[in-house]
């Protein structure tokens, strides 16, 4: 098993920046693929980004790419969410993932959500 736990949500103002993080713990994280996604009010679950078990790749939806970087360090079982420019379209409930298996969809295991609130 492995429990997930998200930070770093808030309140900002269009345009300003906030970091995610969720750190892991249970089994090894580096074992694992590592994703965000995020649900708005009223809308499905959503993909935004994951990283590869190394690191080594990356992967982001178009509405967030150049603004959103994911990252990871193993060391601090810590996946991490840079987001720059945010707008009023973000606002939602962010929440982070692990897999072996990891789609936009699927993932073995989900976190707790953490709420951004972009103001305009």
């Known amino acids: 098993q492995v429990l997930l736990v998200a930070s770093g949500g808030g309140l900002v103002q269009a345009g300003g920046s906030l970091r995610l993080s969720c750190t892991a713990s249970g089994r090894t994280f580096s074992n694992y693929h590592m994703g965000w996604f995020r649900r708005a009010p009223g809308k499905e679950r959503e993909f935004i980004a994951s990283i590869a078990w190394t690191g080594a790749s990356t992967y982001y939806i178009d509405s967030v790419k150049g603004r959103f970087t994911i990252s990871r360090d193993n060391a601090q079982n810590t996946v991490y969410l840079q987001m720059n420019s945010l707008e009023p379209g973000d606002t939602a409930v962010y929440s982070c993932?692990?897999?072996?298996?990891?789609?936009?969809?699927?993932?073995?295991?989900w976190g707790q959500g953490t709420q951004v609130t972009v103001s305009s």
């Open positions: 993932a692990a897999g072996t298996v990891l789609t936009y969809n699927y993932a073995d295991y």
